[in-house]
């Protein structure tokens, strides 16, 4: 069946540092891409997303691409700030199946002054 | 006011009592979620709602039950608290195509003593 993989977490960067959170995702058909993001004591937030292969989808100066040849669709930002510490989910929607919508289980980012 | 309301914001109650939890949306959409975050295992869906007169389990519904009052208002029960129920829950919506995301409410904190 579908599903989403993601990296293990916490990972800890410095701020100004290059962040990439990789995920990848398994599916028969042709799937929706999308990244939230849950800061501490709040529900999840739509950060991006990419709807076919090749989309890059953008937001708040992180940016992920829709790999069909890697089934990948990792999360990077180039240069990270105290205020991105949050936790980052990557999710799946399936675009045959609207009733089939699968999520990673969390990458939890800190980020030091 | 928020997309998504949930309340209470933080609940804690004894095994064995009955608790209400409720959502109300004012996206205007019809499909309505509940979910489930435990540390290390994402989100769970508990179930889902495409009207009001369509209520599916998802695929942790054993001791919750839901009620689905109007569009815009889905509230989720425990009809006899245990403690393995202590989680952070989830209310969402969603649009009906298939590149859209969830709208999250902010979340209900829930421990059952």
């Known amino acids: 069946g579908d599903s989403v993989t993601q990296m293990e977490g916490p990972v800890t960067l410095s701020e100004e540092a290059f962040l990439t959170i990789n995920c990848t995702y398994t599916a028969t058909g042709y799937p929706s891409l999308f990244w939230y993001v849950q800061y501490p004591g709040e529900g999840l937030q739509l950060l991006l997303k990419?709807?076919?292969?090749?989309d890059k989808g953008s937001n708040k100066g992180f940016e992920a691409t829709y790999r069909k040849e890697t089934t990948s669709f990792h999360l990077e930002k180039g240069s990270v700030q105290v205020s991105d510490s949050a936790v980052y989910f990557c999710a799946l929607s399936d675009r045959n199946n609207f009733n089939k919508f699968y999520f990673g289980s969390g990458t939890k980012l800190n980020v030091k002054p | 006011d928020a997309d998504v309301t949930q309340t209470p914001r933080n609940r804690i109650t004894k095994t064995g009592k009955r608790i209400m939890l409720e959502c109300s949306q004012t996206k205007g959409h019809d499909r309505m979620y509940w979910y489930r975050q435990d540390p290390g295992l994402g989100l769970r869906l508990i179930y889902y709602?495409?009207?009001?007169?369509?209520?599916n389990k998802g695929e942790i519904s054993d001791g919750y039950s839901v009620s689905r009052q109007a569009q815009a208002k889905f509230s989720l029960s425990l009809e006899s608290a245990i403690p393995n129920q202590t989680a952070l829950y989830f209310c969402?919506?969603?649009?009906?195509?298939?590149?859209?995301?969830?709208?999250f409410g902010s979340g209900t904190r829930l421990t059952v003593v």
């Open positions: 709602s495409f009207d009001v007169k369509d209520i």
């Open positions: 969402a919506t969603r649009g009906t195509e298939p590149n859209y995301g969830y709208t």
């Open positions: 990419a709807t076919k292969a090749d």
